[in-house]
C-alpha cells in the first residue's frame, strides 16, 4: 500500500543527546514536511522540501536539521540544542507545486519522542 | 501572515446532535480551505477540501463551504456519532504554494 511510513512510534532520549525520526513515502511524491505537535498548539512547520537536495526552513527550525538526499526519504534531526523536544512529530508528503491543481498533504503515524 | 482561527475545544455532544465547529482564515491571496481530522494516537487524515469562494467541499456526513465574505470555513455535520470523536483541525494553503497553516484543533468528544 502506498503511504507514509514514520519509525518509532515512540521514542526516550536522555538529554543532550541528538535523535533522528525517520520518514518514508513510496507515493512518488516531491515535497515533504515535517510538523511538530504540542497540546493546543496545533501544528507548527519545523522544515520542508519541495525537491530532492533542497529544503527551506520552516516557522520553529531552531534545534533541528534534515537531509533530502532521496526522494522518499526526509529524516528530522532533533538536536541537543533544541530546548524542548518532547514532542509529537508529524511528517506529510504532497504532489509538488502547482497552481493548477490543489495538492492535498498526506501525513505518517506521528513519532510521540520523551526526553527525559 | 497567513493564520487560521479555530473555536476552542473541547466540545462535548451527544449521538445525534448538530454539529458546528468554526473556522476562519486571515490570507493575502485566495487560498484553498481544508478541514483535517486526527484520531487518537494517529497522524492527521483529509475530511475535506474546497479551492474557491461558495466551493462546498463534503466526505462522511459532514460539510464546510468556502465564504470568502467571511473568510470562514465552518465544518458541519447534521448528525455526530461517538465514532466521529477525533481532534478537527482547520487549514489553509496560498495558490501556488505547498505550505499548509493549521489553527490549532478542536477536540470533538461525542457521548450516548
Known amino acids: 500500500d502506498g503511504g507514509i511510513t514514520q519509525s518509532p512510534k515512540y521514542l526516550f532520549r536522555k538529554e543532550g543527546q541528538n535523535v533522528t525520526l525517520s520518514c518514508e513515502q513510496n507515493l512518488n511524491h516531491d515535497a515533504m514536511y515535517w510538523y511538530r505537535q504540542d497540546p493546543g498548539q496545533g501544528l507548527r512547520l519545523i522544515y520542508y522540501?519541495?525537491?530532492?537536495?533542497?529544503?527551506q526552513k520552516g516557522d520553529i527550525a531552531e534545534g533541528y536539521s534534515v537531509s533530502r538526499e532521496k526522494k522518499e526519504s526526509f529524516p528530522l534531526t532533533v538536536t541537543s540544542a533544541q530546548k524542548n523536544p518532547t514532542a509529537f512529530y508529524l511528517c506529510?508528503?504532497?504532489?509538488?507545486?502547482?497552481?493548477?491543481?490543489?495538492?492535498?498533504?498526506?501525513f505518517g503515524q506521528g513519532t510521540r519522542l520523551t526526553v527525559v | 501572515g497567513d493564520s487560521v482561527t479555530q473555536m476552542e475545544g473541547p466540545v462535548t455532544l451527544s449521538e445525534e446532535a448538530f454539529l458546528t465547529i468554526n473556522c476562519t482564515y486571515t490570507?493575502?491571496?485566495?487560498?484553498?480551505l481544508f478541514w483535517y481530522v486526527q484520531y487518537p494516537g494517529e497522524g492527521l487524515q483529509l475530511l475535506l477540501k474546497?479551492?474557491?469562494?461558495?466551493d462546498k467541499g463534503s466526505n462522511k456526513g459532514f460539510e464546510a463551504t468556502y465564504r470568502k465574505e467571511t473568510t470562514s470555513f465552518h465544518l458541519e455535520k447534521g448528525s455526530v456519532q461517538v465514532s466521529d470523536s477525533a481532534v478537527y483541525f482547520c487549514a489553509l494553503k496560498e495558490g501556488g504554494g505547498n505550505k499548509l497553516t493549521f489553527g490549532t484543533g478542536t477536540q470533538l468528544k461525542v457521548e450516548l
Open positions: 522540501s519541495q525537491i530532492v537536495n533542497d529544503f
Open positions: 506529510a508528503s504532497s504532489i509538488g507545486v502547482g497552481r493548477e491543481r490543489v495538492t492535498e498533504a498526506f
Open positions: 474546497a479551492t474557491k469562494a461558495d
Open positions: 490570507a493575502t491571496g485566495y487560498p484553498s
